[in-house]
């Protein structure tokens, strides 16, 4: 099993829709959690960090699931400007080379 | 944004010649990294710090020398460029890699022809 894995995509939605992307990852004593924005051509951005109670900001939701090793992100209301590609993060258990990077999945929102 | 600058952004070298990336932070933070991203298999990490002179490998080391000598400043080198090496090169610091995100620099283009 990868450490961390997400479905490629492409997520092709309307504007307006919700789409919800999932994140599994294998190493269980993994503590932190965070998703990454990544526009085309430009350096991942911190979007926001995964909570155990879950979290959310504006229009965007991340949930963390602990017993099944999955963390998911819910966009509501897209917008052209949410097209990117969304990448997992996770920390591992080895030190100093702490976070592991999914390989991304890449939304885009159409009008 | 977090002060993260690299340098260049832009390079086109031939096969076989050295080449330096810098990364130039004013956070102060740590720990340091270098990254290279391809498509199909994401970020990869190459080296990072954990201080001043204290470096490690990471997934993708072969190629690759860097220097820490100060705080602020993190150099990637590629000892004898190949082809194999084009790709996108981040940069990124952390205060604490268990709990605390990534911030990153954004990137140099490296074409080895």
């Known amino acids: 099993r990868k450490e961390v894995e997400q479905d490629p995509g492409p997520f092709n939605v309307p504007e307006g829709a919700t789409v919800a992307f999932n994140c599994t990852y294998s190493?269980?004593?993994?503590?932190?959690f965070f998703w990454y924005r990544q526009d085309c051509r430009k350096e991942p951005k911190l979007l926001m960090s995964?909570?155990?109670s879950g979290n959310e900001d504006g229009r965007f939701t991340a949930q963390l699931n602990r017993a099944s090793q999955y963390i998911s992100l819910l966009i509501r209301d897209s917008k052209l400007s949410d097209s990117a590609t969304y990448l997992c993060?996770?920390?591992?258990?080895?030190?100093?080379?702490?976070?592991?990077f999914g390989k991304g999945t890449t939304l885009s929102v159409s009008s | 944004d977090a002060g993260i600058t690299q340098s260049p952004r832009h390079k086109v070298t031939e096969t076989g010649t050295p080449v330096t990336l810098r990364c130039h932070q004013t956070?102060?933070?740590?720990?340091m990294y270098w990254y290279r991203q391809d498509p199909g298999h994401g970020l990869r990490l190459i080296h990072y710090?954990?201080?001043?002179?204290?470096?490690d490998k990471g997934e993708v080391s072969d190629g690759y020398s860097v220097s820490r000598s100060k705080t602020e400043d993190f150099l990637l080198t590629l000892e004898s460029a190949t082809s194999s090496q084009t790709s996108v090169y981040f940069c990124?610091?952390?205060?604490?890699?268990?709990?605390?995100?990534?911030?990153f620099g954004n990137g140099t283009r490296l074409t080895v022809t």
């Open positions: 990124a610091i952390s205060e604490s890699p268990e709990n605390s995100p990534l911030h």
């Open positions: 190493n269980s004593a993994s503590q932190s």
């Open positions: 995964v909570y155990s």
């Open positions: 993060v996770v920390t591992s258990n080895q030190a100093g080379t702490a976070l592991i």
């Open positions: 956070e102060n933070h740590r720990y």
């Open positions: 710090s954990y201080g001043v002179k204290d470096t």
